[in-house]
């Protein structure tokens, strides 16, 4: 009976060590596939709901990154609804590459 239950103890021991490590691997994978852009997506994301507060985001679209010397932008097109009506904004963000201090946002806003 001794040795069952030690058996028993060791594969759960194991199976548990298993599964600690499955999950830290996923937590990885998770950490790992978190886009360079998300900063900055999030940043677009609080600046149109600042100027369309009545607005709900449908839509969220990263178009890409314009790399400069001294600054970037990471260009954004959002999709809103607000009513009936539903509409696009355009949001730049253009930032200092050293200190990722915010230089600039623009929002444009478009029929399509």
């Not at 990885?28 to 709901?49: D, H, L, N, R, S």
């Not at 949001?91 to 444009?108: A, G, P, S, V, W």
């Amino acid at each position: 009976m001794k040795t069952f239950l030690s058996i028993a103890v060791i594969s759960c021991t194991l199976l548990l060590a298993n599964f600690m490590v499955a999950n830290s691997n996923d937590v990885e994978t998770v950490v790992k596939e978190v886009p360079p852009y998300a900063k900055w997506g999030g940043i677009a994301m609080q600046k149109t709901k600042e100027k369309y507060p009545k607005a709900s985001i449908i839509d969220y679209f990263h178009i890409g990154r314009e790399e400069g010397t001294d600054r970037s932008t990471e260009k954004f097109k959002l999709w809103l609804r607000e009513g009936d009506r539903e509409f696009g904004i355009f949001i730049d963000i253009t930032f200092d590459r050293q200190t990722e201090q915010i230089l600039n946002i623009t929002l444009t806003e478009t029929p399509r």
